[in-house]
């Protein structure tokens, strides 16, 4: 089997890193790459809408709705109690990629590449967290946040990528490394 390479984004609310990790996988499908991504969610939030089968299912109290299309796979699981999922176990549910991009989920124990924008008016984290390998950043930080890992330009993803891929064992996934095992 291949090995399999995480990079996690983290950020600011709208400091782009949607946009950013959507780019980026424009640009691995164009290099033949495959890649899977796991977004963390701060509220409840809905995949599916009232009324639809799904939604129904899960209201009359099923633990799990998995829905299958020939193009499309879904599982929902609705737990009565809060919940906040290990990244290791997430990973471990994934079928096998080339990279897997995670969104959030700042505590994890996963590279890093911090997405900052000027336009938050919040300097950049990074300084306070050894996981941040980079900063990918439409401008300058703030002196005080200026630091020791690589900037990246946030309006150029091809480059990123490129970064990415040379520096690929840096990102290389290891269950074994992973609490949750």
Avoid: C, N
Avoid at 19 to 48: C, M, P, Q, Y
Wanted: no cysteine; glycine share 8%.
């Amino acid at each position: 089997m291949s090995p399999m390479f995480v990079a996690g984004f983290v950020g600011y609310s709208g400091s782009g890193k949607t946009t950013l990790i959507e780019a980026l996988l424009g640009e691995f499908a164009a290099r033949g790459l495959r890649a899977s991504v796991i977004k963390h969610a701060h509220h409840g939030f809905e995949l599916d809408r009232e009324g639809k089968d799904s939604w129904r299912h899960r209201k009359a109290g099923a633990y799990e709705v998995l829905v299958a299309s020939p193009h499309l796979l879904a599982l929902q699981r609705e737990t009565r109690e809060p919940r906040e999922y290990d990244i290791g176990d997430l990973l471990r549910r994934l079928d096998p990629v080339d990279w897997v991009l995670v969104e959030g989920f700042r505590h994890a124990p996963i590279p890093k590449i911090e997405v900052w924008r000027r336009d938050t008016g919040k300097p950049p984290s990074l300084p306070g967290d050894p996981s941040v390998v980079a900063l990918a950043s439409d401008g300058e930080p703030p002196l005080a946040a200026v630091t020791a890992v690589p900037r990246l330009d946030l309006s150029h993803p091809a480059g990123i990528v490129d970064w990415m891929l040379q520096r690929r064992e840096r990102f290389r996934f290891s269950q074994a490394a992973l609490p949750g095992r």
